[in-house]
């Protein structure tokens, strides 16, 4: 007797959890053969793209292999991007796997299935601005964050030449405001401050100029305005240059150019305005919104195929009272308990849950130098604005429970000492 197939298309945060809740759950007891899909080897947690992109963190230490973490969770892992899937036969295609020479590792594969969950998360939308992708940096994945910490390397390095003029400036141009533009723009000052302690580059952090921009009347625009407002005035102390509604209209090599008839001059360039779902969510044959996410029911399955689900950034979920689930790694989070409950329900013949987002609260992380943001007080929606040693705690601890998702408690606790004592064993900040 053939088991049910659920695959999980993306290792993101929300498909690594729900993989591992069903590998757990269903996989180890052969009851279900659990699949994950991803066109990476290994993951990372998102929200930490951009310690990353300055070296803060390592990704090397940090990264998760996915075929090591399936052989230990009850699931199995293919690598591959999936392609096309044929609703009729049941059937999804992953193109083939090439090397870094464009040579052919794997072919083109099918993958039969009886219940899909599309977990793809999301990309930047440029806005179809004018020179962006041949300019600017993203940081989607570890593999560009990755380019842009050897870039920022590189361009550090520079400022040692000594045909340089003196005193020399670096800067560099992060167009969106949100969080990551935000955290990125405070790990950039406490890199520079430490690649210049290790004398990597003369440049002391009061050299560095970095251009934050954003069209809307605010940083943060999505979050509580005290926030806002606190986490701008902690960026003007470090110095960070803030642009507020300010739309950039083109990008060049060197300068990014805003519609005010601004010139921008700039050695490094970051694009962190706006997502939006891949394309390919649109040339599925299923109902998408012009963002390419996939339109689904409050139940997570698609408004389409009731066979398929989805979660995250790449799902249109809507809510009660209007709207629908907002982009945030607590909202994927979160939608994994509901969608683990419905794809064994849906086995079951029994009744699906609806998924209803609730606000956690928002943390912002500005290096070493501070962290602000509020926690939701239960069902009331107030919040408690924290900031300092406590924001902090709290902002550490969003990672840990995302570690304590996918590894459980007493490795994610020794991952803790681990941690603890690289602080004082390794460079703080990646240097090769």
Avoid at 54 to 62: K, R, V
Wanted: glycine residues 10%.
């Amino acid at each position: 007797m053939n088991l049910p197939r659920i695959v999980v298309i993306g290792g993101g945060a929300g498909g690594l959890e729900l993989v591992t809740r069903l590998g757990h759950k269903l996989g180890r007891r052969g009851r279900a053969e659990i699949v994950l899909v991803d066109r990476n080897a290994t993951h990372i947690w998102k929200p930490l793209l951009h310690e990353v992109a300055t070296g803060a963190l390592d990704s090397g230490l940090d990264e998760i292999s996915y075929q090591a973490h399936s052989s230990q969770h009850g699931y199995r892992f293919q690598r591959g991007t999936l392609s096309g899937i044929d609703r009729e036969a049941h059937t999804l295609t992953l193109a083939p796997v090439l090397d870094e020479a464009g040579d052919e590792v794997l072919p083109a594969r099918e993958l039969a299935y009886d219940q899909l969950v599309l977990a793809l998360g999301s990309v930047s939308n440029d806005f179809d601005t004018p020179g962006v992708g041949e300019h600017c940096h993203f940081l989607d994945s570890p593999h560009q964050a990755e380019a842009f910490r050897q870039q920022m390397l590189n361009t550090f390095l520079r400022h040692n030449d000594p045909r340089l003029e003196r005193p020399a400036r670096m800067a560099v141009g992060i167009v969106g405001a949100g969080a990551t533009g935000v955290e990125l723009a405070a790990e950039l000052h406490e890199a520079s401050r430490m690649l210049h302690s290790y004398g990597v580059t003369p440049l002391e952090s009061d050299r560095l100029e970095v251009h934050l921009i954003e069209a809307a009347p605010r940083v943060l625009p999505a979050l509580p305005e005290r926030i806002s407002e606190a986490v701008h005035r902690e960026l003007e102390r470090l110095g960070v240059a803030i642009h507020v509604e300010t739309r950039v209209t083109r990008v060049e090599a060197g300068a990014i150019h805003t519609a005010d008839g601004a010139r921008i001059a700039i050695d490094l360039g970051v694009w962190a305005a706006g997502i939006k779902a891949p394309a390919l969510l649109s040339a599925l044959g299923l109902p998408t919104e012009k963002n390419h996410r996939l339109k689904v029911h409050d139940t997570l399955q698609s408004t389409e195929d009731p066979r398929i689900f989805a979660l995250g950034d790449c799902a249109s979920c809507p809510q009660p009272g209007g709207g629908t689930v907002p982009p945030r790694a607590q909202a994927a989070h979160q939608q994994v308990a509901t969608l683990y409950h419905n794809l064994q329900a849906q086995r079951a013949g029994k009744p699906l849950k609806a998924f209803v987002y609730r606000d956690r609260g928002s943390l912002i992380s500005l290096a070493h130098f501070d962290a602000i943001g509020s926690l939701m007080r239960g069902a009331s929606a107030r919040s408690l604005f924290i900031e300092g040693h406590l924001a902090k705690f709290f902002y550490a601890s969003l990672y840990r429970l995302h570690q304590r998702a996918i590894h459980g408690t007493l490795k994610t606790g020794l991952m803790v000492v681990v941690d603890g004592l690289n602080r004082f064993l390794k460079p703080r900040l990646k240097l090769h």
